[in-house]
């Protein structure tokens, strides 16, 4: 079996004092990702906490900053199909998929771009894989948007020597993830149990959505309260970031909600890029 079809089958600053400092950073850049609040998410941890999870995964942030004080087993998952296969790739074959961005990186111009932008049948896990993270490293703002048939469809951005292959952070990476379970799948398949954590970071209400064909509109908001208190009641200790809204307070009513100060930064303006307050939602 494909490492491609196996997946099928299993269907991102400053670290306070006492978090060291993470073996890997992400590896990809991630619209919404979490690396400039990773000081204020480690403040809310709870203290101890067994099996973690992270159904949300994206560029990994949160993971990799944490990596040190997950004691046990991390479950990372997400429902871009494509995003955990790159995850899979990175933790089994970094050799081969370095080899391939680099091959990437010497041809990337802005034809280059265009023409593996439009590179869909490609069946290869290590070449998808390379796609992706060339895509990602090359495109407006490392934006994950596809559209209505699923196809990414982000235009290059403006960058002098943009980071195409990290070989020394994928290795770093590779060993980090080794230790990890990778599933692409929704966020309701997860199963906590009593003392294991889980954070979550699903697309912001009220914001872009788009990172996958079918949106994460009010019902899917919903839908997550209603797996949250599911785990809550399993004795899982809960974490959620979100956006400020009533809608959100009002969903939540009954949890503990923090206010954080984090950057906007898809605004293709630099001077339209400000700080909001955002929320950490937690259930202990």
């Given at each position: 079996?494909?490492?491609?079809?196996?997946?099928d089958e299993i269907i991102s600053i400053t670290e306070p004092p006492y978090l060291p400092k993470a073996k890997a950073l992400p590896f990809?850049?991630?619209?919404?990702?979490?690396?400039?609040?990773?000081?204020?998410?480690?403040?809310?941890?709870?203290?101890?906490?067994?099996?973690?999870?992270?159904?949300?995964?994206?560029?990994?942030?949160?993971?990799?900053?944490?990596?040190?004080?997950?004691?046990?087993?991390?479950?990372?998952?997400?429902?871009?199909?494509?995003?955990?296969?790159?995850y899979k790739v990175v933790q089994t074959d970094c050799e081969n998929l370095i080899k391939v961005l680099q091959a990437h990186k010497k041809?990337?111009?802005?034809?280059?771009?265009?023409?593996?932008?439009?590179?869909?049948?490609?069946?290869?896990?290590?070449?998808?894989?390379?796609?992706?993270?060339?895509?990602?490293?090359?495109?407006?703002?490392?934006?994950?948007?596809?559209?209505?048939?699923?196809?990414?469809?982000?235009?290059?951005?403006?960058?002098?020597?943009?980071?195409?292959?990290?070989?020394?952070?994928?290795?770093?990476?590779?060993?980090?993830?080794?230790?990890?379970?990778?599933?692409?799948?929704?966020?309701?398949?997860?199963?906590?149990?009593?003392?294991?954590?889980?954070?979550?970071?699903?697309?912001?209400?009220?914001?872009?959505?788009?990172?996958?064909?079918?949106?994460?509109?009010?019902?899917?908001?919903?839908?997550?309260?209603?797996?949250?208190?599911?785990?809550?009641?399993?004795?899982?200790?809960?974490?959620?970031?979100?956006?400020?809204?009533?809608?959100?307070?009002?969903?939540?009513?009954?949890?503990?909600?923090?206010?954080?100060?984090?950057?906007?930064?898809?605004?293709?303006?630099?001077?339209?890029?400000?700080?909001?307050?955002?929320?950490?939602?937690t259930s202990y």
């Amino acid at each position: 079996m494909s490492q491609l079809a196996a997946l099928d089958e299993i269907i991102s600053i400053t670290e306070p004092p006492y978090l060291p400092k993470a073996k890997a950073l992400p590896f990809l850049k991630w619209a919404g990702g979490k690396r400039s609040i990773i000081p204020q998410i480690s403040t809310y941890l709870p203290e101890n906490f067994k099996e973690y999870y992270e159904p949300f995964l994206g560029g990994g942030a949160v993971f990799f900053a944490l990596e040190s004080r997950i004691q046990h087993h991390a479950h990372l998952s997400d429902v871009n199909r494509e995003l955990m296969l790159t995850y899979k790739v990175v933790q089994t074959d970094c050799e081969n998929l370095i080899k391939v961005l680099q091959a990437h990186k010497k041809k990337h111009s802005a034809e280059y771009y265009k023409k593996v932008r439009e590179q869909h049948e490609n069946k290869d896990p290590v070449n998808l894989a390379a796609r992706f993270i060339y895509l990602n490293k090359t495109c407006f703002n490392g934006l994950y948007r596809v559209n209505k048939s699923g196809r990414f469809n982000v235009p290059m951005g403006k960058y002098a020597n943009p980071a195409i292959c990290d070989e020394v952070n994928l290795k770093a990476a590779s060993e980090v993830l080794k230790s990890a379970s990778l599933t692409f799948g929704a966020f309701n398949r997860i199963e906590p149990s009593n003392n294991d954590f889980v954070y979550c970071d699903p697309p912001y209400h009220g914001t872009f959505t788009d990172y996958s064909a079918g949106g994460f509109d009010d019902e899917k908001q919903k839908a997550l309260k209603d797996a949250a208190d599911g785990w809550v009641r399993s004795g899982a200790l809960v974490m959620l970031s979100n956006s400020d809204t009533p809608f959100i307070r009002k969903l939540y009513k009954g949890y503990n909600i923090i206010e954080v100060s984090a950057p906007r930064s898809i605004n293709c303006k630099v001077d339209g890029r400000e700080n909001a307050i955002e929320l950490l939602i937690t259930s202990y």
